[in-house]
């Protein structure tokens, strides 16, 4: 095993990177005539552009360029904004580049972590406005037009990576304040762009969306790592939740499912969610090994994934764990409680899964010399691996799948007036494909609750528990005073739902060069046990 980088903590927490001032997310551009020119001379250079949009989502060194174990694109945002929530613990050691996360010392803009989840998704908007700048909006061929509505989808994606971040959202009744920069393919003033409103950067993501679902109808993608027309409804899904535009919501996501059927209580009786061929993903990563080899620790493989013979997760017992609170609530009737192993290190996700000649649970409590330490309590075994103990890490990642559109649907549903039905179809969902003896009403929680629940159960992992928190205006409830919890002390705090240090801020990079930002400000950090006796409705 290749030697895995550690920080001290204090070094940790205040890591900025030294390329950091070198790097401008709202940089120079090319004027559109250039583009087009270009383009026209040289085709392939308007093909290398718009196919490395795609592989900038996930890969390594995607913002820094080096080989920071934590710089990997929209998965290592998707996996940062759960770690600041309540549903995923990891270990407070110097091996866990995630603990800015952990502290919520995220806020401070210039340490490396948020700074990359900044610059990753205005990079992908400039890398998506050089697609729409290289040819004319009417152009009359359709595998054109077919590029064009990927990159507004895929700029789309980037702010909807942004704007629940940098703002309280509609639920807060925050539509006019001030949000993110808004940057399209006609800006040319970078030196004076002021934050646009919540409002406004969502009209720019529903139009951009729009675009791509009235111009992908009869694309036919080669691959799941390409936005076609139902992925572009599941993005638009997503932004509608977001807005509470219930019926359109549920809308959007019923066209996004069409066609795809969850993944069945066998086939998630055993680690999985590694495969874009899996039939119930609708979106993914493509993760090659020529990829992930370029810089093997900055993957989802070395971090989230449990099984993986080159990673921080297995090598330095930073595993990614369920917050125990979360995990008692979940039904022993229900698949997904295997899909973390219990406080005795025990998981029926693991009885066929062979390590090293070991099998069974035995494989969690086995160590393995500079490769594996012993699993924790509640480590997750969600997340399989092509091969387990590989060291390749060419794990894909799921950027949308079916069952997340299917619950949209039931929540659309639910706050649209029609909870029957959405309560019969929360039902027939989880009794076919995860829980044959389930009851919404069996946990005790209101309707909208038990729709929250399920989300925190099924996409853990996967990007939205912060997202989901702050839109419903819920607290982060990590603890409940006096009672056992598995968080570091560290990290062991709750906020409520109004704190203003919730919000993101901008980096110094980004405030010298853009004179019209004026940065969020509120709250203060937390401090480990504050807020013991905030509930969630979930976890009470």
Request: charged share 20%; glycine share 8%.
């Amino acid at each position: 095993m290749k030697t895995i980088y550690t920080l001290p903590l204090v070094l940790m927490a205040a890591a900025a990177c030294s390329q950091m001032d070198e790097l401008q997310p709202q940089g120079e551009i090319m004027l559109a005539d250039q583009l087009q020119n270009t383009n026209a001379a040289i085709p392939s250079r308007a093909d290398a552009s718009f196919n490395g949009m795609f592989t900038k989502l996930g890969a390594p060194g995607s913002v820094l360029g080096g080989t920071r174990p934590d710089d990997f694109g929209f998965i290592m945002m998707a996996f940062s904004n759960d770690i600041e929530a309540a549903d995923i613990v990891l270990a407070n050691s110097g091996y866990n580049w995630f603990s800015a996360c952990g502290l919520l010392s995220s806020r401070n803009a210039d340490y490396a972590n948020p700074y990359i989840r900044y610059a990753a998704p205005y990079n992908t908007i400039a890398a998506a406005n050089e697609i729409i700048r290289s040819y004319p909006e009417d152009n009359a061929d359709a595998s054109i037009r077919y590029k064009l509505a990927q990159a507004r989808a895929i700029r789309a994606f980037a702010y909807l990576n942004l704007v629940p971040y940098f703002q309280f959202g509609y639920a807060a009744g925050a539509q006019d304040l001030p949000c993110v920069p808004i940057v399209t393919e006609t800006t040319t003033d970078f030196t004076d762009n002021p934050r646009a409103s919540v409002k406004d950067v969502y009209a720019l993501i529903i139009s951009d969306l729009t675009y791509a679902i009235d111009n992908l109808e009869g694309y036919v993608r080669t691959d799941k790592a390409r936005i076609d027309r139902q992925t572009a409804y599941g993005l638009r899904a997503r932004a509608y939740l977001n807005m509470e535009e219930w019926a359109l919501a549920a809308a959007d996501a019923e066209a996004a499912a069409e066609g795809y059927v969850p993944a069945s209580i066998a086939e998630v009786s055993e680690p999985s969610f590694y495969d874009i061929g899996e039939h119930n993903w609708i979106w993914g990563y493509d993760m090659t090994s020529d990829i992930a080899q370029k810089s093997p620790y900055a993957t989802s493989s070395a971090w989230i994934r449990s099984f993986s013979g080159d990673g921080y997760s297995a090598g330095t017992q930073v595993y990614a764990c369920i917050n125990n609170l979360l995990y008692d609530k979940i039904p022993v009737t229900d698949v997904r409680k295997g899909w973390w192993v219990d406080s005795a290190l025990e998981s029926p996700l693991l009885e066929h899964v062979t390590w090293n000649g070991v099998s069974g649970n035995e494989v969690a409590s086995m160590a393995i010399d500079n490769v594996k330490l012993p699993f924790l309590p509640y480590t997750n075994v969600k997340f399989g691996m092509n091969t387990v103990g590989g060291t390749l890490n060419d794990d894909d990642w799921p950027f949308m799948r079916v069952e997340e559109m299917i619950l949209i649907q039931i929540e659309g549903l639910a706050k649209s007036g029609s909870p029957s039905a959405a309560r019969t179809m929360l039902e027939d969902f989880v009794r076919t494909y995860r829980d044959p003896s389930y009851s919404a009403d069996a946990g005790g929680r209101s309707l909208e609750d038990e729709i929250w629940f399920q989300r925190r159960v099924e996409l853990w992992g996967e990007g939205f528990s912060n997202n989901d928190t702050r839109r419903l205006g819920k607290p982060l409830v990590r603890f409940h005073a006096g009672e056992e919890s598995n968080f570091p002390e560290a990290f062991r705090f709750n906020m409520t739902a109004d704190d203003g240090w919730w919000l993101m801020r901008f980096t110094s990079s980004e405030k010298n060069t853009n004179l019209g930002i004026i940065d969020n400000t509120g709250g203060t950090q937390p401090v480990q046990d504050q807020n013991g006796t905030l509930r969630d409705g979930v976890t009470d």
